[in-house]
């Protein structure tokens, strides 16, 4: 069975540019989670679906990120325009059943010069 | 505010030789506290979930532990291949996952 799978795994920006990530979660799984880890700091939630639907979105920082859902498949995260502080790993994660037993993708690791 | 905060930051033991990781925690309602493994350049690998102080979970070498403050991860008689982070979080009444920031594990052959 395929893990959670993120694209790309690196990328490199400059301020101002726009960002997209892509995550696709486990087959099944209805909800997908998205993380940060910032240089230094503890990971932090982002933001949950439950199938299409944003179920809590409180961790998104500003209105310069998007997460979308289509078709409570995969998921992307849209950062524009990217600031110097957005640089980190991004991570996503998928579950069957609500907060339980996640299973993380390997991130994406995104610098912004 | 959930918290998470984890002891030691960083862990070298001889190949053999137990020890114990603390996870420390204030949470409104505990639905979950959460072990996890990390490897380098890898997204956090599922160990254990734990729900109510008392409960234990074991797994090869790993045996964890909860209680209404704190988790620990005890390893028995590790192995170089344990060595990596290991991440505690918790969910609690507002649902979303606090993160801990770590403890970084040698095992030295």
């Known amino acids: 069975e395929a893990g959670v799978t993120q694209f790309p795994s690196h990328s490199v920006i400059e301020k101002g540019q726009t960002v997209t990530l892509r995550c696709d979660p486990i087959s099944g799984h209805d909800n997908l989670y998205w993380y940060r880890r910032v240089m230094g700091k503890e990971i932090k939630f982002l933001l949950h679906?439950?199938?299409?639907?944003?179920?809590?979105e409180s961790g998104m920082p500003n209105n310069r990120f998007l997460a979308e859902r289509t078709g409570g498949t995969y998921s992307t995260l849209k950062v524009q325009p990217a600031e110097l502080e957005d640089s980190g790993v991004y991570f996503c994660?998928?579950?069957?059943?609500?907060?339980?037993?996640?299973?993380f993708g390997p991130g994406t690791r995104l610098t912004v010069l | 505010e959930d918290q998470v905060t984890q002891s030691p930051e960083a862990l070298r033991l001889q190949e053999g030789e137990s020890s114990s990781l603390n996870c420390s925690y204030t949470?409104?309602?505990?639905?979950?506290l959460f072990w996890y493994r990390q490897d380098p350049g890898k997204g956090p690998e599922f160990l254990f979930t734990l729900y109510s102080a008392g409960e234990e979970k074991e797994k090869e070498r790993l045996k964890a532990t909860l209680t209404k403050k704190e988790s620990f991860l005890h390893i028995t008689a590790p192995k170089p291949e344990d060595s990596a982070t290991y991440l505690c979080?918790?969910?609690?009444?507002?649902?979303?996952?606090?993160f801990g920031t770590g403890t970084k594990l040698q095992v030295i052959p």
């Open positions: 979080a918790v969910s609690g009444g507002y649902q979303k996952v606090t």
């Open positions: 949470v409104s309602g505990l639905r979950g």
């Open positions: 994660a998928s579950s069957l059943w609500g907060y339980n037993e996640q299973f």
């Open positions: 679906f439950v199938k299409e639907s944003k179920q809590d």
